[in-house]
């Protein structure tokens, strides 16, 4: 396998007042491929900082992030959003769909930054509300359906422009333990079938089982040090 994502010595600081609070200090990571990776660790040890570099909505203050072998820590905004549109899927503990869209129009909402023709869009669209086994809720609104369905909805978005990187952020935190497996086990056919390369930041070890493996976060640093490198 190939690594899909590297990160090598990231460092990244936030200032609080006259105060310098570093969150990650020589970081480096490795991420195959098709893998599925839970990261696990207590609030405030840089899991959702190290998501928001990864996915390009946040820079590292030093050190080199790759994707797919080609540097993404030097792109201007324009070429990360270009990236990310691509690349990267995200998928949210809230679902932050839009209320007044139908499912098929939220899905939808990230081709519409591409060059596909409506025909094309709209054939997209119901190929992931099939993967996640909504066709028949396409022209329900959010308030039409229950959380685990809003949550297929934003896994749907989420894969409809047919991203290499899936990046889950406490993806079923709001979702009770039989609806949480339910879409836990769609991720797991995603990464297998589809062979999308998984990221979910969890507290919940039942939801890190369905990972592939499982890496700790503590004060900005994984403890099992040989999984990271």
Same mark, same amino acid.
């Given at each position: ?63 080199? +992030? ?88 934003? +896994? ?74």
């Amino acid at each position: 396998m190939t690594d899909l994502i590297r990160l090598t010595d990231v460092e990244k600081n936030y200032t609080r007042g006259k105060e310098k609070i570093s969150i990650f200090d020589k970081l480096t990571m490795r991420i195959e491929q098709g893998d599925f990776v839970a990261i696990m660790g207590p609030s405030g040890s840089g899991k959702t900082t190290l998501l928001n570099l990864l996915g390009g909505t946040d820079k590292a203050d030093k050190g080199a +992030i790759e994707f797919d072998g080609k540097r993404i820590d030097n792109l201007n905004e324009g070429q990360l959003t270009a990236w990310r549109a691509a690349n990267v899927g995200f998928i949210f503990q809230f679902y932050n769909l839009m209320p007044i869209l139908t499912a098929a129009q939220n899905v939808e909402l990230p081709l519409l930054l591409t060059k596909l023709a409506p025909k094309k869009r709209r054939e997209n669209v119901a190929t992931a509300l099939k993967i996640v086994g909504l066709e028949d809720r396409a022209k329900h609104r959010p308030r039409e359906m229950s959380g685990g369905q809003q949550q297929r909805v934003a +896994i749907a978005r989420a894969i409809v422009s047919d991203p290499k990187l899936l990046l889950c952020d406490e993806p079923t935190g709001d979702l009770d333990r039989t609806t949480a497996d339910e879409i836990l086990g769609t991720l797991q056919v995603l990464n297998r079938d589809l062979g999308k390369t998984i990221i979910m930041v969890t507290h919940d070890a039942q939801a890190a089982k369905f990972a592939k493996r499982t890496l700790h976060l503590d004060k900005g640093r994984f403890e099992q040090a040989e999984l990271a490198a």
